[in-house]
């Protein structure tokens, strides 16, 4: 690979935006500059109105094989009795401001994974809102095996996607889930053949483009919260956010579009 090479492609197709992580030589795993890339580019999509929907995908046979272990960011000093660093500071540092922007970014983003997804690769993939994968792929809960936790909201994600006892065997085993696999048990959306993947992945960002983006932003952010909630409360959310969306020209529109029998043409972001 050229190091002059951007370490996160950008290629924009009307309103569809995709992200490729680009180490393939190395499973596409993060480093410090990684970050610093991805976390630029989410960052300017999230303030780009003509941006719609984002893909995230990685470059090569791979999504993203984790924390690369031998950055200077986080690899570990093999001298005796040397101090090692602090993971933790890594995590509040580079990961957590990915994760909370992934979390309550202003447009879908659709993780389309190629290839492995292992350790903080496969949370940052399941941290999007819809995950389709490639037959070929894999996800892998990695950290046991190094003496670590899951991370990138690992804890947070795995039990509610697929519940504790999948959860804890996938965390704990730490052992490869072909995508089949992971779709049965509910950890992705979909499983689709390798040769599909690109057009399906192109068809389903074109059509959350097409979608009230506000609306799709507030369903993941109610369904986030509802975790917290007794069903009463969750009542009562969805009775205020409701308030707020019927206020809107995507629902205007929505609601003009049904009754005339034709197909809408959403606005709002």
Not at 59 to 83: H, N, V, W, Y
Not at 191 to 216: I, Q
Not at 228 to 235: N, V
Request: a neutral charge; charged letters at 20%.
């Amino acid at each position: 690979m050229d190091p002059t090479d951007p370490l996160v492609l950008r290629h924009q197709n009307g309103p569809v935006l995709t992200l490729a992580l680009n180490r393939p030589h190395a499973l596409n795993s993060f480093t410090g500059a990684m970050h610093e890339a991805l976390l630029h580019e989410l960052t300017a999509a999230a303030r780009d109105a003509t941006v719609r929907c984002v893909v995230l995908t990685g470059s090569g046979r791979g999504f993203c094989a984790g924390q690369d272990l031998s950055d200077p960011e986080i690899a570990p000093d093999m001298a005796p009795g040397a101090t090692q660093k602090n993971i933790g500071e890594l995590i509040e540092r580079r990961y957590k401001p990915l994760a909370m922007l992934l979390a309550d970014f202003p447009v879908p983003v659709l993780a389309s994974v190629n290839g492995v997804a292992a350790g903080a690769g496969a949370n940052v993939a399941l941290s999007c809102d819809i995950v389709i994968a490639a037959r070929s792929a894999s996800f892998i809960q990695a950290f046991s095996k190094i003496g670590l936790i899951p991370d990138v909201g690992g804890t947070w994600l795995l039990p509610r996607l697929v519940g504790r006892a999948n959860a804890m065997a996938l965390a704990m085993l730490g052992d490869k889930l072909p995508a089949e696999q992971a779709e049965r048990i509910g950890l992705i959306w979909r499983c689709v053949d390798d040769a599909t993947l690109a057009a399906e992945t192109k068809a389903l960002a074109e059509r959350l483009a097409a979608m009230p983006l506000r609306a799709l932003a507030e369903t993941r952010r109610a369904m986030a919260r509802s975790d917290r909630m007794s069903f009463a409360d969750a009542l009562s959310m969805e009775a205020e956010v409701q308030g707020r969306l019927g206020m809107s020209a995507d629902y205007i529109e929505g609601v003009s579009a049904f009754f005339a029998k034709r197909a809408p043409t959403f606005s709002d972001r």
